[in-house]
Structure formats: structure tokens, C-alpha cells
């Protein structure tokens, strides 16, 4: 169990008549470990056994309070035992296990696993791990993790208000030293690449079977593991992209074009300390790899408010939270 702590009341967004969307990679929220093995891919070092630590919650629960969130995507969830826990014991009362916490087992090694939180109740939510699909080198393979889907309901459960495409996909974590091995780097990256191309793939496929993408109202978020710029995202990122997405953090202004920087930008939800061939050397480095993609119906009630919480303290986290406000269905868009 974890420890009690001082819950930080969470009460969603400041109006009744719109609600937020955030997604969040809260790294590593584990019963189990207060240290959780150095790769995001594999089991690599042995760790050690007591609770996440009260400071990380509090930090992590503060950045969720802070954006007045009422669904929120979550990554690097141990279970729905330890989000429950979270939830009531670090966030406070908004999110309600019974009705607005959902976690399922996922495909990765370490058990870091999709989540979501909200202040509507939830529809039906469907896991795809074991769906198998061909990326585009030809290789069979899985969702790194999985493609959680959620509908999020109403107040007074009528209808489905959107569903909720929740993604953490391959990380560029590569067992090959740039330096010494960069053959080896070099394709172990453009491997790892290929699987988020296909895993962007079969996201707009599953999309594509099962909603209209025109005229539904539904969101893809998650840690993408990669820059909107990049072939990899693509076919979820793209300008014309087969579904239509529109990136939420396209609001906030970029001062450059390249995909990482040496200081945070706001738009950078990232910060990923690593080798970097067009940087150089291992050191400080920050990117947009956490995304919210929003389906045309659903960006058409945007109110044009979004926010990287990317303050440098207080993170709880290396990746920053990211929200966007909507007006709810009824109410005229501003």
C-alpha cells in the first residue's frame, strides 16, 4: 500500500460548460519499486522495493491539479490497484475508482502500463495488446505497450462525449553506444522507428474500423516516443494526415524547427538526456514526445486554450504535463 499523504483536491476544469483533456507520462508510478530499472524496454538492473516516494507523488499529483484536468491519459502506470491508490490518496476526490480510473495490463516487459483518469463516467474500454499488425520494413509485431480505448460518457451517461486512443509507443532506447558502436546504434534506431510507424498505423487503422474520423469526437495521446516532425508519426502527425488529427500543442508558438533543443520550448513536453547526433554529446536536451491529437469534430470545440506545464520545478517527472480545454457539446464554441 502506499503511504497516506495530504491529498490535493482536484476539481476539473474552473466551468461547468467546458471540460480539459491532458495526457501525462508520470515515469514509473510503482507499488512495487521506488526505483524502477534504468530502460524504459527491458529488465536491466534489479530494483529496490519500497513505495514511490511521497515527494514524487506530491509532485506528480500537483501537476495534475494544476491543469484542472477531467481526462487525463497516463503512462508508466504499475497497475490499477497503485492508480486507484493515487488517486485517492495523492490527488483527492475528483477521480473516482468505480466510476472514472481505468488500468490494464499491457505488453511491456518491466509491467509499466497505460491509464486514465476522469471526472465522466467511462463507457467501454477495450485493450489492443495482442492485436498483431506489419510495419512498414515487414515485420510482424505488437503495440509496445498497447493502444488503450475508452469512451468517456456524459454526465448523465446518454451518450459518448469522446473516445480516448491512449499510446505509449517504442522508446529510442538503444543497448548500442552511438560512439562506439554507431553501425549498430545507428540500425537498432531505425528498427525501434519502424515500429512506431507501425504502430502509428495500426492506431489509424483501429480508428478508421470503428468511428467515423470526420464527424466523431475522439483523441490520440499518449508518449508518442518521437517528434511531430518525424516519419515515424506520420500517419498520426502528418499535415494530411488520414485522419485529420490536429495537434494540440500546434497553438502554443515554436521559436525553431529542430527536434530537440538545448532549453525547453513551449511546445517541449521532454526532457530526454542522450546522445544526440546533430547536438552531440550526451547532456540536457528537450523535445515535444507527448501528444495531444485531436480529431477534427472534437478541435472544432476548442476554446484555443492549451498549456505544457513545463515549469522546471515540481515535475515529479521528465515529461511535462500537456492540456487543452474544449466547450462541451450544447454549448457554442468561442
Same mark, same amino acid.
Given at each position: 500500500?502506499?503511504?497516506?499523504i495530504?491529498?490535493?483536491?482536484?476539481?476539473?476544469?474552473?466551468?461547468?460548460?467546458?471540460?480539459r483533456?491532458a495526457t501525462?507520462?508520470?515515469?514509473?508510478?510503482?507499488?512495487? !519499486?521506488?526505483r524502477?530499472?534504468?530502460?524504459q524496454?527491458?529488465?536491466h538492473?534489479?530494483?529496490?522495493t519500497?513505495?514511490?516516494p511521497? *515527494?514524487?507523488?506530491?509532485?506528480? *499529483? @500537483? $501537476?495534475?491539479?494544476d491543469?484542472?484536468?477531467?481526462?487525463?491519459g497516463?503512462?508508466?502506470?504499475d497497475?490499477?490497484? *497503485?492508480?486507484a491508490?493515487f488517486?485517492q490518496?495523492?490527488?483527492g476526490?475528483? !477521480?473516482?475508482?468505480?466510476?472514472?480510473?481505468?488500468?490494464?495490463?499491457?505488453?511491456?516487459?518491466?509491467?509499466?502500463?497505460?491509464?486514465?483518469?476522469s471526472t465522466?463516467p467511462?463507457?467501454?474500454v477495450?485493450?489492443?495488446r495482442f492485436?498483431?499488425?506489419?510495419?512498414?520494413?515487414g515485420?510482424? /509485431?505488437r !503495440?509496445?505497450?498497447d493502444?488503450l480505448?475508452?469512451?468517456?460518457?456524459?454526465r448523465d $451517461?446518454?451518450?459518448?462525449?469522446?473516445?480516448?486512443?491512449?499510446?505509449?509507443f @517504442?522508446?529510442q532506447?538503444s543497448?548500442?553506444d552511438p560512439i /562506439?558502436q554507431p553501425?549498430e546504434h545507428a540500425?537498432?534506431?531505425a528498427?525501434?522507428a519502424? /515500429?512506431?510507424?507501425?504502430?502509428?498505423q495500426?492506431?489509424? $487503422?483501429?480508428? $478508421?474500423d470503428q468511428?467515423t474520423p470526420?464527424?466523431d469526437?475522439f483523441v490520440?495521446?499518449?508518449?508518442?516516443?518521437?517528434?511531430?516532425?518525424?516519419?515515424?508519426l506520420?500517419?498520426?502527425c502528418?499535415?494530411?494526415?488520414?485522419l485529420?488529427l490536429?495537434n494540440a500543442s500546434?497553438l502554443l508558438p515554436?521559436p525553431?524547427?529542430?527536434? @530537440?533543443?538545448?532549453?525547453p520550448?513551449?511546445?517541449?513536453?521532454h526532457?530526454c538526456?542522450q546522445?544526440?547526433?546533430v547536438?552531440?554529446p550526451?547532456?540536457?536536451?528537450?523535445a515535444?514526445t507527448d501528444?495531444?491529437l485531436?480529431?477534427p469534430?472534437l478541435?472544432a470545440?476548442s476554446t484555443?486554450?492549451?498549456e505544457?506545464i513545463n515549469s522546471?520545478q515540481?515535475?515529479g517527472?521528465?515529461?511535462?504535463?500537456?492540456?487543452?480545454? !474544449?466547450?462541451?457539446?450544447g454549448?457554442s464554441?468561442t
Amino acid at each position: 500500500m502506499l503511504p497516506p499523504i495530504d491529498p490535493v483536491h482536484c476539481t476539473g476544469s474552473a466551468m461547468t460548460d467546458t471540460f480539459r483533456i491532458a495526457t501525462y507520462n508520470v515515469e514509473n508510478l510503482f507499488h512495487r !519499486f521506488s526505483r524502477a530499472p534504468a530502460h524504459q524496454d527491458a529488465l536491466h538492473s534489479p530494483p529496490t522495493t519500497a513505495a514511490l516516494p511521497r *515527494a514524487r507523488r506530491t509532485d506528480l *499529483a @500537483k $501537476r495534475i491539479h494544476d491543469s484542472r484536468a477531467d481526462v487525463i491519459g497516463l503512462q508508466e502506470v504499475d497497475s490499477l490497484d *497503485a492508480l486507484a491508490e493515487f488517486a485517492q490518496g495523492s490527488i483527492g476526490p475528483g !477521480f473516482d475508482p468505480a466510476t472514472g480510473v481505468v488500468s490494464q495490463p499491457g505488453n511491456d516487459t518491466r509491467g509499466i502500463d497505460l491509464g486514465l483518469l476522469s471526472t465522466f463516467p467511462l463507457g467501454r474500454v477495450t485493450s489492443h495488446r495482442f492485436n498483431e499488425f506489419t510495419t512498414p520494413a515487414g515485420r510482424t /509485431t505488437r !503495440f509496445s505497450r498497447d493502444c488503450l480505448q475508452v469512451e468517456i460518457l456524459t454526465r448523465d $451517461r446518454s451518450a459518448v462525449l469522446l473516445t480516448a486512443f491512449i499510446c505509449h509507443f @517504442k522508446s529510442q532506447h538503444s543497448p548500442y553506444d552511438p560512439i /562506439t558502436q554507431p553501425d549498430e546504434h545507428a540500425r537498432d534506431q531505425a528498427r525501434s522507428a519502424d /515500429t512506431r510507424q507501425g504502430e502509428a498505423q495500426e492506431v489509424v $487503422r483501429l480508428i $478508421r474500423d470503428q468511428l467515423t474520423p470526420g464527424t466523431d469526437r475522439f483523441v490520440v495521446m499518449g508518449d508518442l516516443n518521437d517528434t511531430p516532425d518525424s516519419p515515424a508519426l506520420a500517419p498520426l502527425c502528418s499535415t494530411l494526415n488520414a485522419l485529420g488529427l490536429i495537434n494540440a500543442s500546434s497553438l502554443l508558438p515554436h521559436p525553431d524547427t529542430s527536434p @530537440k533543443s538545448a532549453a525547453p520550448r513551449p511546445r517541449d513536453t521532454h526532457r530526454c538526456d542522450q546522445f544526440d547526433p546533430v547536438a552531440g554529446p550526451p547532456g540536457a536536451r528537450w523535445a515535444q514526445t507527448d501528444h495531444l491529437l485531436c480529431s477534427p469534430a472534437l478541435w472544432a470545440r476548442s476554446t484555443g486554450r492549451v498549456e505544457v506545464i513545463n515549469s522546471p520545478q515540481d515535475q515529479g517527472s521528465r515529461h511535462y504535463l500537456t492540456w487543452a480545454e !474544449f466547450t462541451l457539446p450544447g454549448i457554442s464554441p468561442t
